[in-house]
Structures are given as C-alpha cells and as structure tokens.
C-alpha cells in the first residue's frame, strides 16, 4: 500500500470514528487536538485494525499519538 492509500484510507477511518474533516492534519495530536478519549481510541483501533489488516500490539500504542505517528505506523507494517 502506498503513502496516498495510507494517508486516504486512515482519513476514512478518522471520519468513521466521528472526527470533523477540517481537523484532521498530518500534525493534529491524537488526544489534544482530535478530543479522542478512551473509547474514542477503541472505536479507532478497532477500524484501524480492520481497514488495514494489522494488529496494533499494547506496547505500540503509546507511539500513536498523532496523525502523523500514526502515518509512520501504517508505513512500516503495510508495506
């Protein structure tokens, strides 16, 4: 999967989970500027997960806190 896919794909999972278009930058942080709280963060992982086909182990988590983090994940184990 290429970096458009990646980038395309992941906006659809941030827009399933509720989050206005216009937010949704390359810099936004997860939690301070997406407001996404615990069961936000469920709702995502369970889309990311499925949408791309990868499993997100609990020491990845903490790494995903930005869009872009988030980026750079998918990159490296949708390659």
Do not use: W
């Not at 469920?42 to 499925?50: M, S």
């Amino acid at each position: 999967m290429n970096a458009k896919e990646i980038r395309r794909n992941l906006y659809k999972v941030f827009r399933k989970t509720g989050i206005p278009r216009e937010v949704i930058d390359e810099k936004a942080s997860l939690k301070e500027d997406l407001f996404m709280d615990d069961v936000d963060m469920t709702c995502f992982l369970f889309y990311l997960e499925t949408r791309f086909n990868v499993e997100v182990k609990n020491e990845e988590l903490p790494k995903l806190n930005s869009v872009g983090s988030t980026i750079n994940f998918l990159q490296q184990h949708c390659a």
